[in-house]
Nanobody, 119 residues
């Protein structure tokens, strides 16, 4: 089992920034592709960003490309999502995921962290 714990969510004004973190334990973090997904009220969970196990390849949903940056520190067993120029439509619960492919989630999920963007 891999445990994933997100942090860093909160309330921010439109145009502002937040950095989410995902701390992993229980498995060899550096062996896993990682991703961020989000779910807004009344909507399905959607892909946000993906990073290869090595950190040398990243992929983004079109809706966040150029504004969000995914990264990881394998020495710290932690993944990050830097979110800039936030928009009200970015408001959602953000979930950390491990073991998947691009836009395809793996079996390990965190509990989620709420991001609220005020207009």
């Amino acid at each position: 089992q891999m445990q994933l714990v997100e942090s860093g969510g909160g309330l921010v004004q439109a145009g502002g920034s937040l950095r989410l973190s995902c701390a992993a334990s229980g498995r060899t973090f550096s062996a896993y592709n990682m991703g961020w997904f989000r779910q807004a009220p009344g909507k399905e969970r959607e892909f946000v960003a993906h990073i290869k196990w090595s950190g040398d390849s990243t992929y983004y949903a079109d809706s966040v490309k150029g504004r969000f940056t995914i990264s990881r520190d394998n020495a710290k067993n932690t993944m990050y999502l830097q979110m800039n120029s936030l928009k009200p439509e970015d408001a959602a619960v953000y979930y950390c995921n491990a073991g998947g492919a691009v836009a395809q989630p793996g079996i390990y999920w965190g509990q989620g962290t709420q991001v609220t963007v005020s207009s």
